[in-house]
């Protein structure tokens, strides 16, 4: 009996995890509330240097980004 209400009490799916962007790129998911992706709506990236940018609300329409940092260093993602 104990293992069954284990069971319901468990969550159903574990969080979203992000994986880390390759080394030299940038990355990340941007987030839309619309299919035709026009509204930006949230974000979760990783700039060159490493650092996370969280923002917005992440859900609806997602997009993948990544792109090479070149020996400039371009800006945040």
Same mark, same amino acid.
């Given at each position: 009996?104990?293992?069954?209400?284990?069971?319901?009490?468990?969550?159903?799916?574990?969080?979203?995890?992000?994986?880390?962007?390759?080394?030299?790129?940038?990355?990340?998911?941007?987030?839309?509330?619309?299919?035709?992706?026009?509204?930006?709506?949230?974000?979760?990236?990783?700039?060159?240097?490493? =650092? =996370?940018?969280?923002?917005?609300?992440?859900?609806?329409?997602?997009?993948?980004?990544?792109?090479?940092?070149?020996?400039?260093?371009?800006?945040? =993602?």
């Amino acid at each position: 009996m104990l293992g069954i209400g284990a069971a319901l009490l468990a969550p159903t799916a574990p969080a979203q995890a992000y994986g880390a962007c390759a080394a030299g790129t940038m990355c990340g998911w941007l987030y839309y509330s619309d299919a035709a992706r026009t509204h930006q709506q949230g974000g979760h990236t990783t700039n060159c240097q490493g =650092v =996370v940018l969280d923002w917005g609300i992440k859900s609806g329409y997602s997009t993948f980004i990544s792109q090479g940092c070149g020996g400039d260093g371009p800006g945040p =993602v």
